[in-house]
């Protein structure tokens, strides 16, 4: 129900629904992130490469529900396999696809009212408490979200390297309870895809969507610049080398791209987060259909 | 060793020569950012807790625990022996770190003495049951109206507890050593 209510929601508004290729000899060297290897593959960890070559060939509106694999990454809110929404659009930038989340929510929410986390046509109810869906939604920055909660400045946070730690115990466990919120503006150094600010390059045009402290959707200003986009890629490629001590390659073919892309806004949205939100479950591994425990005979006879 | 993609609840690991159970046990990533496992453990030697949070690159020493099967042979103060039933070693633990498990203890009891690096005895686990001689009750009084489903009685160790009234001195009766509750009357 829900992957139709989002599939409907994008039909009209007249996206189209493209569909890549889950094994690729190439990805985006991403730090944090571990790709599984498939013989001499990589299962994608996001549909982005693919998509920014579909847009560089002049395709506009673009969106994607696929299956995406992570290494390494299990808990209320990870699964190895989960699934992603991702969808671009020409000429938009990150503020136009806030706008565009908050009309995605509220449309679901009026759909899906008699599902158990969500109490009345604009509210989502998550332990206990309300939280209003009417726009527009809070916004704050991630200076802000530091100052407001860290007790520590970004700057310092990230200069200290705690910046990880301050956001997951101290800053998100607040955001997104009164309603939505989007923590945006991001140290440029934690996002490598995203276009960096004109009036200051330290940070970039990155903003996440928090409903009731769970992080949803990651969207951003893509960066259309190759060469710069080369020089960060560069750098998350050492840091790669550095933390892992393997080397990862240049994605050229997205780099040769990016030339043709126009300005263009991305974003990526949980699924099975969403439906955890909506159906009022504590975890996604509650609302996926199956995980690798349903595969393990010998526990379910117990 | 283990990393910290290994932590999990119930885990037993060792930090600083102290060994620590992992009670709980919480997964995160931001987004772009890098995995955190925010741990909460317990030393199991002094039972203090305390919260920490690791990355994906730290790692941990297995703790060196073992369970060896003794009897216990007497306590004198605040000490509690117990022999080890293959190579006849003794050890003693103290009153603390036994805690409500006095409670059952009696005279060549076996029970499983856990250690720590191979020579420190820091825990023991009971039977699950015991069975223990009632030594102090009030008589049953046979239609005894009073309206009252239980009565305290004392066992051997000097523990007090909950029994249905037919429970008189000289009976045996069967404890849950996890509750500390009265199970069933035995019969020899």
């Known amino acids: 129900m829900l992957l139709q209510a989002l599939r409907s929601f994008f039909y009209t508004r007249q996206y189209l629904e493209v569909d890549t290729p889950l094994r690729l000899p190439v990805i985006i060297p991403e ?28 395709n506009s509106k673009i969106f ?21 929404l991702e969808w671009y659009q020409a000429g938009w930038n990150y503020y136009d696809l806030m706008g565009e989340c908050e009309e995605l929510l509220c449309e679901l929410v009026q759909l899906f009212q008699n599902w158990s986390g969500v109490s009345t046509a604009t509210n989502i109810l998550r332990q206990g408490k ?29 200069e200290e390297d705690c ?44 903003f996440e969507l928090y409903i009731a402290g769970i992080e949803l959707a990651n969207g951003f200003s893509e960066l259309i610049d190759a060469e710069e986009q080369a020089d960060r890629f560069a750098e998350e490629i050492s840091m790669i080398k550095k933390a892992n001590g393997y080397k990862v390659s240049m994605p050229d073919v997205l780099l040769r791209s990016l030339g043709k892309m126009t300005e263009t806004a991305g974003i990526a949205l949980g699924v099975d987060r969403l439906l955890m939100l909506l159906s009022g479950r504590a975890s996604i591994e509650e609302v996926v259909s199956f995980t690798a425990d349903d595969f393990n005979v010998e526990r379910s006879l117990q | 060793m283990f990393s910290a993609s290994d932590l999990r609840k119930g885990l037993k690991i060792q930090l600083e020569g102290e060994p620590y159970i992992v009670t709980e046990f919480q997964f995160s990533k931001p987004g772009k950012g890098q995995a955190l496992y925010r741990t909460k453990m317990r030393n199991m030697i002094s039972g203090n807790q305390f919260t920490q ?12 625990l073992e369970e060896r099967t003794m009897q216990f042979l007497y306590s004198q103060d ?21 805690g ?49 489903d239980t009565k305290p009685v004392t066992v051997e ?28 009357r035995v019969k020899e």
């Not at chain 1, 730090?31 to 002049?58: D, N, R, W, Y």
């Not at chain 1, 301050?166 to 276009?195: H, M, T």
């Open chain 1, 31 to 58: 730090s944090h992130i571990q790709p599984f290897v498939s013989e001499e593959c990589f299962l994608q960890t996001s549909p982005e490469l693919c998509m920014k070559l579909l847009l560089a060939e002049g």
């Open chain 1, 64 to 84: 994607q529900i696929c299956h995406c694999f992570r290494k390494e990454e299990h808990g209320g809110l990870h699964q190895g396999e989960f699934t992603m």
């Open chain 1, 130 to 158: 309300t939280i209003s869906l009417k726009p527009p939604w809070q916004k704050m920055t991630v200076t802000e979200a530091f100052q407001q909660f860290g007790g520590v400045s970004a700057f310092q946070a990230m």
């Open chain 1, 163 to 206: 910046f990880d730690e301050i956001l997951v115990e101290k800053i998100e466990p607040n955001l997104g309870w009164d309603c939505p919120l989007f923590l945006y503006d991001y140290p440029a150094q934690l996002a490598s895809l995203a276009r960096k600010k004109t009036d200051n390059p330290t940070l970039a045009e990155r």
């Open chain 2, 53 to 64: 949070t690791y990355r994906s690159n730290d790692k941990f020493e297995k703790a060196d």
């Open chain 2, 78 to 98: 605040d000490d509690f022996h117990f022999m080890d039933t293959t190579s006849y070693e003794q050890i003693f633990l103290t009153r603390e770190q036994l």
């Open chain 2, 100 to 148: 409500d498990n006095i409670n059952f203890l009696i005279d060549n009891m076996e029970v499983q003495v856990l250690f720590f690096d191979g020579t420190r005895p820091i825990d023991v686990s009971m039977p699950m049951f015991v069975n223990l001689e009632v030594t102090i009750a009030d008589p049953w009084v046979k239609g005894d109206t009073s309206g009252s």
């Open chain 2, 157 to 184: 160790t000097g523990y007090v507890l909950q029994v249905p009234p037919f429970v008189e001195a000289g009976d045996k009766i069967q404890i849950d050593t996890r509750s500390g509750e009265y199970m069933t």
